[in-house]
């Protein structure tokens, strides 16, 4: 791809993996996954969002990656990871799987850390053998499980019919992004990000979402007004902690406090005042510090039970 993916300076330039590896999903898709840190430190798996990529959790990987051995992927379509036909949350739970069969040793527990899609990915595969053998912990940050469309206020008009239809078209045109400009980071930055985010964090996220093929874009925005996930989210028995802006234009915090209030063990809501939708891109410290956070206590100081042993 010709246009520059991501930054290559400063705290949102991703670092280079370790080693690289592919896994390979149910229907044969093929997932590029990244794996940075030490192979004997605990595992932590990072799963990003619509139309971004592994460039997302930069900050993330750059702290974590000294004592941590983190391990990123890219979703189908996103990234390195080449476009399959189907778009599905079936197919959502398959990849995620996948990453956690080819990147983990059998038994092996890792905290799983999802933002937005990535998040919908986690909980779609709530019920999977996979997901329940090697989840310790999972944050889920700026995510959805139902009503994305109609719940989103990236149009500022008032909720109803109209303003959902209109968002459905918004959210899934077909019209390439083109490069990025200042017009164009105004328009991300409004849609996704909070009004005090700083320059450096919309160019990081200007760069990775105008890189996303527009056929994946569109693709995947089918996805997201059918979307159901409130059964799967009783299903995910992992202590689970979640992280919301309050200026988040594409899943508001009602979508938080509706998945907090249907876990079997949420270990805590966090909003951000005037944070929007890019969390681990906005609060980069407390994102990073609520994952340490979970290996600290569930993968470190953990004691086995018989579930997990």
């Keep these: 791809m010709s246009r520059l993916t991501h930054v290559t300076s400063g705290r ?11 896994a390979l999903s149910a229907d044969g898709a093929r997932l590029h996954v990244e794996v940075h840190g030490r192979d004997d430190a605990p595992a932590v798996v990072l799963a990003h969002g619509w ?8 900050a993330q990987i750059r702290e974590l990656a000294a004592d941590h051995r983190v391990i990123a992927y890219d979703q189908r379509g996103h990234g390195r990871s080449p476009a399959a036909s189907v778009c599905t949350e079936q197919a959502l739970a398959d990849d995620l799987e996948a ?14 850390a999802g933002h937005s899609m990535g998040g919908m990915a986690i909980m779609a595969a709530a019920a999977r053998p996979g997901l ?7 944050l889920l940050c700026s995510t959805g499980a139902s009503r994305l469309v109609a719940e989103s206020t990236v149009l500022p008009l008032r909720p109803g019919r109209a ?13 390439p992004l083109g490069p990025v400009t200042p017009v164009s980071r105004r328009v991300l ?49 992992a202590p689970t902690e979640i992280v919301a802006g309050t200026a988040d234009r594409l899943t508001p915090p009602v979508h938080a406090r509706t998945i907090a ?5 949420c270990r805590g809501l966090t909003e951000l005042p005037g944070v929007g939708h890019m969390t681990p891109v906005e609060a980069p410290d407390l994102v990073t510090g609520k994952i340490r956070a979970l290996v600290a ?3 470190v100081n953990s004691v086995p039970t018989e579930e997990s042993a």
């Excluded at 949102?12 to 080693?19: E, H, I, N, Q």
């Excluded at 303003?163 to 019209?175: E, F, I, K």
């Excluded at 009004?195 to 997201?224: D, G, K, N, Q």
């Design 163 to 175: 303003r959902t239809w209109l968002t459905r078209h918004v959210l899934g045109a077909r019209a």
């Design 189 to 237: 930055k409004y849609a996704t990000m909070g009004p005090a985010s700083a320059p450096e964090m919309v160019e990081a996220c200007a760069r990775i979402v105008h890189a996303c093929p527009t056929r994946v874009r569109y693709s995947w925005s089918r996805l997201f007004e059918p979307l159901d996930l409130e059964a799967a989210v009783a299903g995910l028995r």
């Design 132 to 138: 329940r053998e090697h989840a310790a912990a999972v």
């Design 12 to 22: 949102y330039a991703p670092p280079p993996a370790a080693r690289e590896l592919t």
């Design 261 to 265: 209030a249907a876990l079997p063990d």
């Design 99 to 112: 990453v956690l069969a080819a990147a983990l040793a059998p038994g092996e527990r890792a905290v799983i």
């Design 51 to 58: 139309t971004c990529s592994t460039a997302f959790w930069a």
């Design 297 to 299: 206590e569930h993968i």
